[in-house]
Each structure stands twice: as structure tokens, then as C-alpha cells.
């Protein structure tokens, strides 16, 4: 008759538990598998369907009880590795966003605004657009295979342990999420430089002919000019989409290194 110890139970359950705190909190913060229109259930689904895929490749855990201390502590630090994981890879679309906003705020599009489920408040449509397009092409580049890949590399680089992480992995977290704004304002920066042109043009304009009432052809000006060098400009973003998710990758390998 097969039986089965108390110790014995608690070992499997600490073979799948640790491992799946670092994988839930990676599919709770990364971009496509932690959107907040994806239900709380499915996303529990796809995180123990991953454990579960890569349970064989795991490195052993350490012999703790998940009931005592140091595993409660480990699964706070797994969890908290996990969630510094999917923000590494959720810059690159706060980038997007954050040049959606600039480049509806030069347009005069800041009021076009609407309540995004996604997001949890109000986004700018030019911006919805952008990290609309950012998906499909992270899609389409395989990134959401290449996230699992670096999951499961993660192991590798840094096992599941009592250690306590290294406090130079977060610097290098901090760091690259200071990287926002100017990735946002990189990519942002063609539209808003011929949106400036217009606006100075437009001021000419209205220095030389007095008559004319700028609030009514400037802003279709402004708007038809914005559009136009953001339809000009679409075919050139998927290339630098390509390097900063190579980027975020880079960093994300970097974190784990880090860390240990």
C-alpha cells in the first residue's frame, strides 16, 4: 500500500510552490501575460501550466517547510523576483505610452481621452494606439516565447535559495526605469520636432496676417501634420521597437546576474 509522510507532502508541495511564487509574480507584472483585461483565473492557469512545464528543469529547492518562516520568506522573495522580472520587460510599452502622451499633447489631442480597462484610467487615444501596435509587434517577434525562455533561464542563473538577493540587482532596476522618458521622448522626437516647425510657422503666419484666426486653422494644421509624420514615421518604429525589447531582454538577463 503506497503511503505517504507528512514530510514527504510538504517536500512536493515546496518543489512546486517556490517556483511558481517567482512565475505567478512574473505573469502578474509582464506585458501581454499580465494585461488587466486577462481574468485573474486564466492568468492563474497559464502561470501553473508553465510551473508545471518547467518543474523537470528546475533546480531543486531548498528543504523548507512553506508553513515556516524561512519558506514564507521565500516565497516573498520569489514572488518579489518575479515582479522585478515582468517590470524589466514592461518599460519598453510605459515608453510607448508615455510618447503616445506627448505626441497627442503637441498635436492637440490631450483631450481625447478615454477610459482604458487596461490601464485602469484615462489614456490618450494616440498613446492606446501605440501600445496597441507595440503588442502585435512584440507578438509577432515571438517575445512572448522568448519571456518564457528567460523564465525558465532564470532558474539557472538564480536558483531558488534562502539567500537573500543582492542589493545591486534592484539599482540596475531603478536605473533602467529611469529610462522612461527619454525612450519615450527618442521615439517621440520626429513627430514633435515637425509639430514644432508648424507651430513656429503658424506664429509667422499670424504675425504677418493679423486677420486670421489661428484657433481655426491651427489646429487642423497641427492635427493633419501630426498624423501625417506619424504615418511616415510607423514604418521606421518596428526596427526600434526590435532593439529596445533586445534592450529589455539584455537587462532583464543583467537583473538576474545581479541578483545572485
Known amino acids: 500500500m503506497l503511503s505517504v509522510t507528512s514530510a514527504q507532502l510538504e517536500g512536493w508541495l515546496a518543489l512546486l510552490a517556490f517556483p511558481m511564487a517567482r512565475i505567478l509574480g512574473f505573469v502578474g507584472a509582464a506585458p501581454v501575460f499580465g494585461n488587466n483585461a486577462v481574468p485573474r483565473r486564466i492568468k492563474l492557469m497559464v502561470g501553473l501550466a508553465i510551473t508545471l512545464g ?7 529547492a531548498p528543504p523548507e517547510a512553506i508553513d515556516s518562516w524561512a519558506g514564507i520568506l521565500i516565497l516573498f522573495q520569489q514572488t518579489l523576483i518575479g515582479i522585478a522580472m515582468g517590470l524589466v520587460l514592461r518599460v519598453v510599452f510605459a515608453a510607448l505610452d ?3 502622451e506627448i505626441i497627442s499633447l503637441q498635436m492637440g489631442l490631450s483631450f481625447a481621452t478615454f477610459f482604458d480597462p487596461v490601464a485602469g484610467g484615462q489614456t490618450a487615444v494616440v498613446g492606446e494606439f501605440l501600445t496597441l501596435l507595440a503588442t502585435l509587434v512584440f507578438l509577432s517577434l515571438n517575445g512572448h516565447l522568448l519571456m518564457i525562455d528567460a523564465l525558465a533561464r532564470s532558474f539557472e542563473w538564480l536558483p531558488v535559495s534562502a539567500t537573500l538577493p543582492h542589493k545591486g540587482g534592484w539599482l540596475i532596476l531603478a536605473r533602467f526605469g529611469a529610462s522612461i522618458f527619454a525612450s519615450g521622448l527618442l521615439m517621440a522626437l520626429p513627430i514633435v520636432t515637425a509639430l514644432l516647425i508648424t507651430n513656429i510657422a503658424l506664429g509667422v503666419l499670424t504675425r504677418a496676417a493679423p486677420q486670421l484666426n489661428l484657433f481655426a486653422i ?22 526600434l521597437l526590435q532593439y529596445f525589447y533586445d534592450a529589455g531582454f539584455t537587462t532583464l538577463a543583467d537583473l538576474l546576474r545581479a541578483l545572485r
Open 54 to 60: 518547467l518543474l523537470p528543469v528546475v533546480p531543486s
Open 98 to 100: 508615455l510618447m503616445g
Open 218 to 239: 491651427g489646429f487642423p494644421i497641427t492635427l493633419t501634420v501630426g498624423f501625417g509624420v506619424l504615418l511616415l514615421a510607423l514604418s521606421h518604429l518596428a526596427p
